[in-house]
Every structure is written in structure tokens, then in C-alpha cells.
């Protein structure tokens, strides 16, 4: 997988690369244009939509403070209330007293009336006595209520609280015939304040639709949805579908950490950016919930006026390209399409270059170079005219190696008929050399052939140095027929004799083996003689692999190697092995022997 993904830039630049010249401008024209464009609308675009999404998370949040801080105070309100009894003795008096009449009853409801009159949202004012009698008062519209319902709550509840007022978060009352409505409420023990023991019970049911008020301007603003929370997780007021926030409340409830904050969350299919603050009076959380789609339209507005001025700028800008990169190419594509007819032999071509710039300066070179042409293939014309009669020398030089065989054979005619066998053998064996070595020099051999020549050549050494020079050949049969390059082994043995054999004292032996090695003919010419030190042999070696001219080694090895290496490759040649008083071998190693080879030559 690395690989491939390591493919596709080289890809990608070989596409571009083999493009005309023409498109390769456009393609780099429009991206130096398309790319800081694109990069500067990217920028925008995201700021824009940060510093939207900023102003409206701190617009929210400070709406969402002030609706909690309205709360505050509307509650505060309620709980100071609550401490009203404490300070009106007739009502102290009545909530002791055990019997109902009509002046407990007259003075209590002008009391509750009074206190349902602080506020508009009061949906009633309850007081209990010491003994459980209720006294209320109610809003207008309301005909009945029914409190004994709920007398063990609120005794729960206060006595829990101690002489501290409870807020109780959104519930539902019933009232009239059937009726219902929802609200919350607030309440406390009353206290003696000559005893300091508890007579009584003071209730406040205030209308959840008091939350109406405080939310609709906040939605307003913000464009999203308000909801209030108490410090149960209960749901308080939740705009005109409270009944259907349940699972999304508790999803809400769940990202909130610390006195304030904001996050982003997905529901039902849509993300809203959330924005709350819980209140440190009351532990009620006001939040501020808008879907981002609203926040983020004039973001898109402005996202889509960036794409269409940088469509035109681009298609603008693919305009002129297109013109500049035809004027600056039209002169290379003249240039192309006369390089081709000059390909095609035709040279009485000319450019005519318009402007001094780099592309005219190549044109006028190209002219030069047209004119160097034609200057050179005259002299090539003239070269070859010479080699032709050159050829026609050396044609008529053969007649000299003639002479000389003629010659040899007179000296050795005359050497036997002198009784000189050795001086007639050596002449002899001369002149075969010279016939081998010079004769059609360029034509394919066997091994056969080259190993006679190699033994003629070690029969005039040993005439020159009598029991010096042994010659072992052991060479199957079935090689012997194969084709091979003239004078291979010749300079190998020539090599021995003198730099491994003639310096040793006493005879040397150098031997000729042959085998097969992975499908290659492999021989081994080896001699007992001095050998050589490493030092030499790593750099013979190199000199061998590398095909370095070099005056240290001779020329008959490097020779023999290139030669090999011409025909048969690179992979094939000589390699040297040796060690001090331990003798020399030359391996070679040749591919594609066979008889068939020899009989197409």
C-alpha cells in the first residue's frame, strides 16, 4: 500500500512531464493563478465562519445570562416573599389558632390576596396552619383547586429544608373541573417568631408560561431555542414542544461541565451549537440550543460568492493561458516540425526567428546547426572516399604475409636440406603461427583449432627451452567441436609462461580443463608457476572488470577480456585467481556455444 502511494506523485509528475509544452504553461499558469486563490478563499471562508460562530456563541451566551439572571431575581422575589408571614402579627396569631371563624378566615384571605398581586404569573398562594387548614388565594379564571393533593409533598419537602425556602422545579396541578396546568413552585416553613417553632406552611404556584417572556427575546436573537433546567435534570420550560425534548435533554445534560461553556452536538439528523450557563442560586441551567445551518448561512452565502469569482477568475485566467502559451510554443512547434523533416533527411530547411529572445535563440542555433551538419556530412562523404582507397592499399598489401610464408617455407626447405631439424621445425611452427594469427582474423574458430595453435605455440617454446614447459589438455571430446573467437587461450598461456613459468626455477606445467557450469562452458587455464600477491590480483581483477586501459598488466589478458565481452556480453569474461608460489588460474567463462554457430559462420 506504501508503495503504490509512493507511485502516484511519480505518475503524476510523468503525466505532466510527457504533456506538449503548451498545456505544461497552462496546467503551471492556471495552478500558480487557481492555488493562492483557492488557499486566500479557504482563509476567508474559515475565518468568516470562526468569527461567526465566535459572535454568535458570546451573543448567546450573554442572552443566556441575562435570562438566567432574570430567573434569579423573579425567585429571589418569590423567596422573600415567603418571609412576609414572619413579619404580619394577625397572620402569626391565625396560623396558631386552632379554629376557623370569620375574621381568621377575612384577615388570611386579604393577605393572600395582597400576595397574589405582587405578581402577575402567580397562579395561586397557599397558607397552611399549624393544624392543616389551607387558605388560598387564586388567579382569576380559576374556580377550584385542590390541595389536600398535595399536602404530604409540600411537608416533605419543607421539612427537608429546614426554615430555608424550596423551589420546586416544574410539576402539574389540577384544578376546576378537570383541568390542568403546569407550573413550579416555592415554598417555606413559616416560623414563630416568638416561639421560633413552625406554625405553618406558605406555597407559591407560579405559571410556567412566566419563562415565555424571558425566552421569546433570547430566541429571537439568537434564532435558536431556549430551555431551563433545574438542579434535578428535570425539564423546566422547553418552548412549545417540552413534551418531545426528553431524549435530547438528557444528551445535552451530558456535555455540560463547570458554571458555563458551549459545545457542539448531533440530533435527530442536524448539529446545533449549544450554549449554557447554570445559575449559582438556584442550580437551574439556562440553554441556548441553534442549529448551525441558521448560524452558518451567511457563511455559505459568502462560501458561494468566493467559489463563483474564483470560477471566473480561473476560466479567465484558462483564457490567457491559452493565448500566451500559443505564442510562446507556436514558435517551438515550427521548430518541431522542421527537426522532423531534418529526421527525415531533408537539411534545406530554415528558421526565421521573430523575437531575440530564448526561443529565437534556439532557432538560430538550430540554423547553425543545420549548416555544421551539412558541413560535417561533406566531410564525412569525403572521409569515406578515403577509406575506400585506404581499403584498396590494404587490399593490395596482402600480397606482403604471401611473401613472408614463401620466404618461411625457403628457410625451412633449406634448413632440413642443411640436416637442421630443430631450425626447420621452429620455421615451420612460425610460419603456421603467423598463417593462424593473421589470416582472416575477424572469423570464428573451434576448440579444437585454438588448442593446436596453443600447442604449436608451446612447441617453439620448448625447442627455445628444452624440458622447461609441460603442456597437459584435458578438454572432453565433445567441446572440441565448438565455435569460439579466434585466439583466446593463445595470450592466456603466453601470459603464464612468461610471468608465472619462466621465472620459476625447474620445469612448470600449465594445464587446460574444460566443463559445464549452469548452462555455460567454463574453462580453466592454470599454471604451476610463482603465482602473484594479493595486491596485484585485486587490481588485475579490476582492471579486468572494469576494462581500464592500463600499461601495468599487458595487453594480452585485458584484450582477450574485452573481446569476449564484445561478443558475448557483459556478463561473461575472464577472472583470475592466484597465490605467492602457489601458481595462476585464469577462469573463462562463455554462453551460447554450439556447433550450430559455428556452421552459420
Not at 1 to 17: D, G, N
Not at 81 to 108: A, G, H, I, R
Not at 119 to 146: H, M, Q, R
Request: charged residues 20%.
Amino acid at each position: 500500500m506504501v508503495s503504490y502511494i509512493r507511485r502516484i506523485p511519480r505518475s503524476l509528475w510523468l503525466f505532466l512531464a510527457n504533456l506538449p509544452m503548451e498545456r505544461k504553461l497552462i496546467v503551471v499558469f492556471i495552478f500558480l493563478l487557481s492555488l493562492p486563490i483557492t488557499y486566500v478563499s479557504y482563509l476567508s471562508s474559515r475565518s468568516t465562519f470562526n468569527s461567526v460562530l465566535q459572535s454568535s456563541t458570546a451573543s448567546a451566551g450573554q442572552m443566556a445570562d441575562n435570562a438566567s439572571d432574570t430567573i434569579d431575581r423573579y425567585v429571589a422575589d418569590l423567596k422573600r416573599n415567603t418571609t412576609l408571614p414572619l413579619y404580619n402579627t394577625d397572620v402569626q396569631f391565625f396560623l396558631e389558632q386552632e379554629n376557623t371563624d370569620w375574621e381568621k378566615n377575612t384577615s388570611m384571605s386579604m393577605f393572600l390576596s395582597y400576595l397574589n398581586h405582587t405578581k402577575e404569573e402567580i397562579t395561586a398562594v397557599y397558607l397552611v396552619d399549624k393544624y392543616g387548614s389551607v387558605f388560598y388565594d387564586k388567579a382569576p379564571g380559576i374556580y377550584e383547586l385542590f390541595p389536600g393533593e398535595r399536602m404530604a409533598q409540600w411537608r416533605q419537602l419543607t421539612e427537608k429544608a429546614g426554615v430555608a425556602p424550596v423551589v420546586q422545579g416544574r410539576h402539574t396541578i389540577r384544578l376546576n373541573a378537570g383541568d390542568e396546568r403546569e407550573v413550579f413552585s416555592v415554598l417555606r416553613t413559616v416560623t414563630s417568631v416568638s416561639m421560633l417553632k413552625p406554625i405553618g406552611m406558605i406555597i407559591f404556584d407560579i405559571d410556567i408560561g412566566l419563562f415565555k417572556g424571558i425566552t421569546d427575546p433570547v430566541n429571537a436573537v439568537t434564532q435558536g431555542s431556549t430551555m431551563i433546567v433545574d438542579d434535578q435534570g428535570q425539564l423546566v420550560y422547553g418552548g412549545e414542544d417540552t413534551e418531545s425534548q426528553g431524549e435530547s435533554l438528557s444528551l445535552l445534560l451530558q456535555k455540560i461541565s463547570g458554571r458555563e461553556g458551549h459545545f457542539r452536538i448531533g440530533l435527530e439528523d442536524q448539529e446545533f451549537l449549544a450554549v449554557y450557563t447554570v445559575s449559582p442560586k438556584t442550580g437551574w441551567t439556562t440553554m441556548v440550543t441553534i442549529p448551525l445551518e441558521r448560524i452558518l448561512t451567511p457563511v455559505q452565502k459568502t462560501r458561494n460568492t468566493l467559489i463563483l469569482t474564483t470560477l471566473a477568475i480561473v476560466a479567465f485566467a484558462l483564457i490567457v493561458a491559452t493565448f500566451i502559451s500559443h505564442a510562446l510554443t507556436k514558435p517551438l512547434k515550427s521548430l518541431v516540425r522542421l527537426m522532423k523533416q531534418v529526421q527525415h533527411g531533408n537539411l534545406d530547411v530554415w528558421l526565421s526567428p521573430k523575437y531575440n529572445d530564448e526561443i529565437g535563440m534556439i532557432g538560430s542555433h538550430f540554423n547553425r546547426m543545420i549548416i555544421r551538419v551539412k558541413d560535417l556530412l561533406q566531410e564525412v562523404s569525403l572521409t569515406e572516399q578515403r577509406k575506400q582507397k585506404a581499403d584498396m592499399r590494404a587490399l593490395q598489401n596482402q600480397i606482403n604475409p604471401h611473401f613472408i610464408y614463401n620466404t618461411l617455407e625457403s628457410i625451412r626447405m633449406l634448413a632440413e636440406g642443411s640436416d637442421e631439424p630443430r631450425v626447420a621445425k621452429l620455421t615451420y611452427l612460425l610460419g603456421v603461427q603467423m598463417r593462424y594469427g593473421i589470416v582472416r582474423s575477424d572469423e570464428m574458430v573451434t576448440i579444437r583449432d585454438e588448442l593446436d595453435h596453443v600447442e604449436n605455440y608451446l612447441g617453439m617454446l620448448q625447442i627455445r627451452f628444452p624440458e622447461k614447459f609441460r603442456l597437459n589438455i584435458d578438454v572432453p571430446e565433445e567441446f572440441l567441436p565448438l565455435p569460439v573467437i579466434k585466439l583466446v587461450f593463445q595470450p592466456i598461456v603466453e601470459n603464464a609462461v612468461f610471468h608465472g613459468l619462466e621465472p620459476k626455477e625447474g620445469p612448470g606445467t600449465l594445464s587446460i580443463t574444460a566443463w559445464k557450469e549452469d548452462g555455460l562452458t567454463v574453462f580453466c587455464v592454470e599454471d604451476d608457476g610463482i603465482g602473484m600477491d594479493g595486491d596485484t590480483l585485486r587490481a588485475l581483477n579490476g582492471s579486468l572488470h572494469s576494462g581500464s586501459d592500463g600499461e601495468k598488466f599487458g595487453i594480452g589478458l585485458r584484450n582477450v577480456n574485452e573481446r569476449i565481452r564484445m561478443h558475448y556480453g557483459s556478463s561473461y569474461g575472464l577472472r583470475v585467481h592466484s597465490e605467492p608460489g602457489s601458481g595462476t588460474r585464469v577462469i573463462l567463462q562463455l554462453g551460447g556455444l554450439s556447433p550450430e554457430a559455428h556452421d552459420r559462420k
